[in-house]
Every structure is written in structure tokens, then in C-alpha cells.
């Protein structure tokens, strides 16, 4: 059986910079995984091309980064200081992350340590372990985008295979966004119920039913900000609500959050 959509092919120039800008950093020794649509593509079989490459870095390696890049010819901006930035070569460009967007999911070593070898434009790479991509991807629950699909993908793909008590850590305090997208990956997939072992699914439902035997929790915090930048917003600025990406509870300043939030103009002006 054919494939739904046919594959995209990926333009020469975009290829032929991606190849070079990741051998650059090959050469000078920039740690990086890569993720996106690649690696998922080699975890599930879904293959698409966009305009952006994205590779994993540490936020203390992006300096050294982006002085490799820019010295290669490249154009560099640290985009949004919390979790990316950018090199570009005309209209092609490669994002390199060390976090996500909320906050979340800041790559460390462990990204590393279980870091998958893969084939990427017939070369010999890392990509970010299918555990990171799950964590990092559901969280991502905007208007205009909502991974919960490329998880559940993964989820179909790896699920026996996966170390879900790493997964599951790494959730920590957010672990009800990941009990979410299984009850939802039974949905989907019913034939494949079984991809999630059934410990991590009472373990999970243990979880809710004390928590739904406490009292409400009293500090009036909106967890919604940390899925979406966007749809939240009311809830902080105008209903009382603390921001749970704002520390100490979460991770992000003040400032940083205000110029999170002053990208969604920007990416609705594209």
C-alpha cells in the first residue's frame, strides 16, 4: 500500500547546506543530535521535508556554535535566548535548540547518553532518543500546532521498546500531559493498546485517583501556558492566575516570557 501523501523532495541548496553546516560542526567538535522531521521520519517512517533543519545542542555549546557557523559564511541569531537559535543560508535555515519553547525539555547530557545513531542525508548522525522527542513534542499543544499525532506515532513505532521510566521521569511534575496522550494513543490505535504496558497505565490512573481524592490545590497557578503560549494568556493577564513557566515555579523570567509571547505576532505575521 502507497503512502497517504506523497514525500516532498528536498531542494538541492537546502540539502547541500544542511550537509555542510552539520560537517562544519563535525570538524570542530560542536556536539549536536538531530530532530525533527528526520528523526522522526527514522523512528516512524513518516517522511517530510519543511524549510528548517532542527538539531539539538546544550545551551552552553550554542556560543561555540553559532562562532563555527558564522565563520563558515553563515548568517547566526540567538532568536529566543531560553531555548533557540537560528543559522541561515538564504531562505533555508537550521534551528538549533536546547530546549523547548515553555521552558521544558532543556537538553542535557542524558539527550546524549541515549542518543540514537541514524542516516541524514547520507550522513552518519545522532538523533535525539525517542523518549526526549515525546517529551519535548507533548508539550506542544497550540492552535496552529499539535503534536499529540507525532506522538502517538511514536508511540505505535517504539512503544514496546521505549524506557518508560525514564519517560515517565522526565515528565516529572507534568506527568498528567503524558497520562493524556496515552488515554488518547489507546483511542487512536486500539489494535496497539498494548505499546503502553499496562504498569505504566495504573501507575498513571494510581496518580489520579489520589490526586483526585485531595482538595483542590490552593495556589491559583495556570498550567495551560506551559502547552500553549497563546491560549492561556487571558487566563495570567486577566483571570489572576500565576504563570507556572515563570519562576520558581517553572523555569522562564519575566522577560523571557514576554519576549516569547511577543513572537506570536511575529510568527502570525509570516
Not at 553546516?21 to 530532530?35: F, K, S, T
Not at 494568556?233 to 515563570?246: C, F, I, M, P, Q
Request: charged share 30%; aromatic share 12%; proline share 4%.
Amino acid at each position: 500500500m502507497g503512502s497517504a501523501l506523497p514525500a516532498v523532495e528536498l531542494d538541492d541548496n537546502a540539502r547541500d547546506f544542511y550537509r555542510e553546516a552539520l560537517g562544519h560542526l563535525d570538524r570542530e567538535g560542536v556536539q549536536y543530535l538531530v530532530g525533527g522531521a528526520y528523526a522522526l521520519g527514522q523512528y516512524t517512517g513518516i517522511e517530510r521535508h519543511t524549510k528548517d533543519f532542527d538539531i539539538f545542542i546544550r545551551r552552553e555549546d550554542f556560543a561555540r556554535a553559532r562562532r563555527v557557523l558564522e565563520a563558515a559564511g553563515y548568517e547566526t541569531e540567538l532568536t529566543f535566548p531560553h531555548w533557540l537559535g537560528k543559522a541561515f543560508h538564504g531562505d533555508d535555515f537550521i534551528d538549533l535548540i536546547f530546549s523547548a519553547g515553555n521552558g521544558v525539555a532543556a537538553v542535557d547530557d542524558l539527550w546524549f547518553e541515549y542518543a540514537v545513531p541514524g542516516r541524514v542525508l547520507d550522513m552518519d548522525v545522532r538523533l535525539i532518543p525517542a523518549e526526549e522527542m515525546i517529551w519535548s513534542k507533548g508539550l506542544i499543544m497550540e492552535r496552529e500546532r499539535f503534536d499529540g499525532a507525532d506522538v502517538a506515532h511514536v508511540l505505535r513505532a517504539l512503544g514496546p521498546t521505549l524506557d518508560w521510566h525514564r519517560l515517565i521521569g522526565r515528565y516529572g511534575p507534568y506527568w498528567r500531559v503524558l497520562y493524556s496522550h496515552l488515554v488518547l494513543f489507546g483511542f487512536v490505535y486500539p489494535s496497539s493498546r498494548s505499546n503502553v504496558p499496562a504498569w505504566v497505565m495504573n501507575e498513571l490512573g494510581d496518580r489520579i485517583r489520589k490526586e483526585s481524592a485531595q482538595p483542590d490545590a490552593r495556589e491559583k497557578i495556570c498550567y495551560g501556558t506551559m502547552i500553549s503560549r497563546q491560549q492561556y494568556l487571558r487566563d495570567v493577564h486577566e483571570w489572576g492566575y500565576k504563570d507556572a513557566r515563570a519562576e520558581p515555579v517553572g523555569s522562564m523570567t519575566r522577560e523571557e516570557i514576554a519576549h516569547w509571547t511577543a513572537g506570536i505576532a511575529e510568527d502570525g505575521a509570516k
